[in-house]
């Protein structure tokens, strides 16, 4: 069936870096998707949204790029910090609170 | 009041017991959500409750029944669990039914059935 995937299920960057955070979906309906951020013994904790009428959207050190072309979905962190070392999901809302989880991917932000 | 709260933080239970997970939330939200999340995986949606009636059930056993005794509390009733239903049980709620819209996640009440 379809879903939400992630390509690498682990990334470790340099602290001060730029991380990059990849999510293909394959659910060309969805028009919603939301990247949350899930540290150890927490529940997820939203970070950015993005419809899919647009292709960019940018928060606090944070922007999500949507590629409806090829169903790609990213996060990128600037100046990534120990604090920012957890597993980031992505998610599509399908529609009627219907939220499906990528499968996660975990950051490790190095000193 | 920001936040989802979810009691108890764990749980360990028999195959024969039957217990309550309780989630409650403050801030209006009319859509209240059941997830199970197993370790090193992501949270898989069990129930919806849009309006405190049952939405979406995700052909989850009958061995958990949940309910929603008004908009602010949500509750999973477990009986004759198996051990491969030990995992985290985590409960979200957001604004409004329908569309898009930010769901807000409590920490979870991590479950162990021995």
């Known amino acids: 069936g379809e879903s939400v995937g992630l390509h690498l299920p682990t990334l470790s960057v340099q602290e001060g870096d730029n991380s990059i955070i990849n999510c293909a979906y394959s659910n060309s309906a969805s028009d919603y998707f939301i990247w949350y951020k899930q540290e150890s013994g927490k529940g997820p904790q939203f970070i950015i949204d993005?419809?899919?009428?647009?292709d960019k959207r940018q928060g606090q050190r944070v922007t999500v790029l949507l590629n409806k072309t090829v169903k790609h979905l990213s996060l990128q962190i600037a100046a990534t910090q120990p604090g920012d070392s957890a597993v980031y999901f992505c998610a599509e809302n399908k529609g009627n609170n219907d939220m499906r989880f990528g499968a996660g991917t975990r950051l490790t932000v190095k000193p | 009041d920001t936040e989802v709260t979810q009691t108890p933080k764990h749980l360990v239970m028999g195959m024969t017991n039957k217990k309550s997970l309780k989630c409650e939330q403050h801030?209006?939200?009319?859509?209240m959500y059941w997830y199970k999340q197993k370790a090193k995986k992501p949270p898989e949606l069990m129930f919806v409750?849009?309006?405190?009636?049952?939405?979406i059930n995700e052909s989850v056993p009958s061995r958990f029944s949940p309910e929603c005794p008004n908009s602010s509390l949500l509750n999973l009733h477990l009986h004759a669990l198996q051990p491969e239903d030990s995992a985290l049980y985590l409960c979200a709620s957001s604004h409004r039914a329908g569309g898009s819209n930010e769901q807000f996640f409590g920490p979870g009440t991590r479950l162990t059935v021995l």
């Open positions: 409750y849009s309006y405190e009636k049952l939405s």
């Open positions: 993005i419809r899919s009428n647009m």
């Open positions: 801030m209006g939200h009319r859509a």
